[in-house]
Each structure stands twice: as structure tokens, then as C-alpha cells.
């Protein structure tokens, strides 16, 4: 994957996952796109077990700078926000 500039990949997990690094393949796509310089983000969810969505996407949008130029990766919750 060549690295477009302004691009990110953000890992929206699925419901309870927390702490995120330590939860399913998160950590492990996180870690390769970061050695392949590509920009990536992973955060831990507020609300990670009810996944609301007046919580979520203001939180993906503000705090992980998700916008047109990102890249989404979702599992289960994540991939409905």
C-alpha cells in the first residue's frame, strides 16, 4: 500500500473491547500499517459496551479526525458507526 498524503486508517472496534491493544487483531493491523508507514489510528471507545451513537461518531469524528481523506476499518460496532 503506497501512502497517500493526509490519508489514515482509523480501527473502529466491535462492542467491548477495552482495552483495544489487547482485543482481537486491533493492535496487530495498528502496529503493520505503523511499520509500513502508514498513518493509522486505535483508541479505546467511550462507551465500549452499548456503543451509542451520539457518543461514538462525535468521538471518531473530534478525537480520531476521521473526515473524507480516512480510511475506515470497522469490526461489528465499529463497522455500523
Not at 467491548?16 to 495498528?30: D, E, M, S
Not at 503493520?32 to 451520539?54: C, H, N, Y
Not at 462525535?58 to 481523506?69: H, K, L, V
Amino acid at each position: 500500500i503506497a501512502m497517500v498524503a493526509g490519508v489514515s486508517v482509523i480501527i473502529l472496534p466491535g462492542n467491548g473491547c477495552t482495552p483495544v491493544k489487547a482485543a482481537n487483531w486491533y493492535a496487530w493491523l495498528h502496529d503493520s500499517l505503523s511499520r509500513s508507514g502508514i498513518k493509522s489510528v486505535l483508541r479505546d471507545m467511550p462507551d465500549p459496551f452499548e456503543a451509542k451513537e451520539s457518543i461514538w461518531l462525535p468521538f471518531i469524528r473530534q478525537e480520531m479526525a476521521a473526515d473524507e481523506n480516512s480510511i475506515i476499518v470497522g469490526h461489528s460496532s465499529g463497522a455500523e458507526a
